[in-house]
């Protein structure tokens, strides 16, 4: 079956502006992640939805970052006021439910110049 | 607050012989245990997990890892690294904190040489 799908694959911007990044889920997967990887660098957790909640929104690391999930499925990341230090990869994945495996998409590699 | 270390950021191994990368994890609570896999070009892959029961878990590529309660480590090993196997792993762990959150480790970066 299909995976995880993200879209753009890669997006470059101009600092100030907002960028939207898409995550679609396997279908019938109840949680949603949204995770960063910075070059070098491991990890970041930055929010999780459990249907379309997000009971934890502890990781995103300022108020330009918001995300939402719609009819249980699609999630988008949104990012306003872009910052150079945003670049990097966002990546999403899913599960059936917590805490089970997580199922990994390709990721959105983000450049702000 | 939950952490993940890994000690290691990169590992050089020969192929054919043995691999263990370490993982350190700190959580009050009986903890949900991972290790993901990154290859080059490729998405994270989960190797195994560790929810409950024995300690001594098998995943896929023939990884296996050891859940230490008094150590509060989960290390992965295999018997015998192939080249395929030089990537990045991650060790990771879940808890619940009013929703589900998981922390990755920084990562250890294997590689294989001839």
């Known amino acids: 079956g299909a995976g995880v799908s993200q879209s753009p694959s890669n997006k470059v911007t101009e600092k100030g502006k907002d960028v939207e990044l898409r995550c679609d889920p396997i279908s019938g997967h109840t949680a949603l992640y949204w995770y960063r990887q910075s070059l070098g660098q491991g990890l970041e957790f930055l929010i999780y939805?459990?249907?379309?909640?997000?009971?934890?929104k502890s990781g995103l690391p300022s108020d330009r970052f918001s995300a939402e999930r719609t009819g249980g499925s699609v999630s988008t990341l949104t990012i306003q006021r872009t910052q150079q230090e945003d670049s990097a990869v966002y990546l999403c994945a899913s599960s059936l439910e917590t805490p089970y495996e997580q199922y990994f998409g390709p990721g959105t590699r983000l450049t702000v110049t | 607050a939950q952490s993940v270390t890994q000690p290691d950021i990169h590992i050089t191994v020969s192929e054919g012989a043995s691999l263990e990368l370490r993982c350190n994890y700190s959580?009050?609570?009986?903890?949900?245990l991972f290790w993901y896999v990154q290859s080059p070009g490729q998405g994270l892959q989960l190797l195994l997990k560790y929810f409950s029961g024995d300690t001594l878990v098998q995943g896929i590529k023939g990884f296996e890892a050891e859940f230490k309660r008094s150590q509060s480590s989960f290390n992965l090993r295999k018997p015998s690294v192939h080249w395929s196997d030089a990537a990045e792993y991650f060790c990771a762990v879940g808890a619940r904190t009013g929703g589900f959150k998981t922390i990755f480790g920084a990562g250890t970066r294997l590689f294989v040489k001839a």
């Open positions: 959580y009050g609570a009986t903890p949900y």
């Open positions: 939805f459990q249907g379309n909640s997000a009971p934890d």
